[in-house]
């Protein structure tokens, strides 16, 4: 399977965390809001222009920033 970055997935579009790069304050972040290794995200919405990016885990939606999703390194699932 290809790691790509979290901001590549199209909309609704499935994908397992593989790992993110950052520092031990984002890495904390990510944690807290369920991004950590092996979880599965669900692409709802990445706005235009660097704007926010809205994925799903489990039940939740998590809005993060261009930024910090392109530090975020996934494998796709497939569509739903």
Same mark, same amino acid.
């Given at each position: 399977m290809e790691k790509i970055?979290?901001?590549k997935l199209?909309? !609704?579009e499935s994908a397992v965390i593989v790992s993110h790069h950052g520092g031990r304050?984002?890495?904390?972040r990510?944690?807290?809001l369920g991004l950590r290794p092996h979880a599965v995200v669900k692409m709802v919405s990445s706005q235009l222009?660097? !704007?926010p990016v809205i994925v799903?885990?489990?039940n939740s939606q998590v809005a993060i920033g261009h930024g910090m999703?392109?530090?975020?390194?996934v494998e796709r699932l497939g569509h739903e």
């Open positions: 970055p979290l901001i199209k909309k !609704g304050l984002f890495e904390r990510m944690s807290s222009f660097h !704007g799903q885990i489990g999703a392109r530090r975020i390194y």
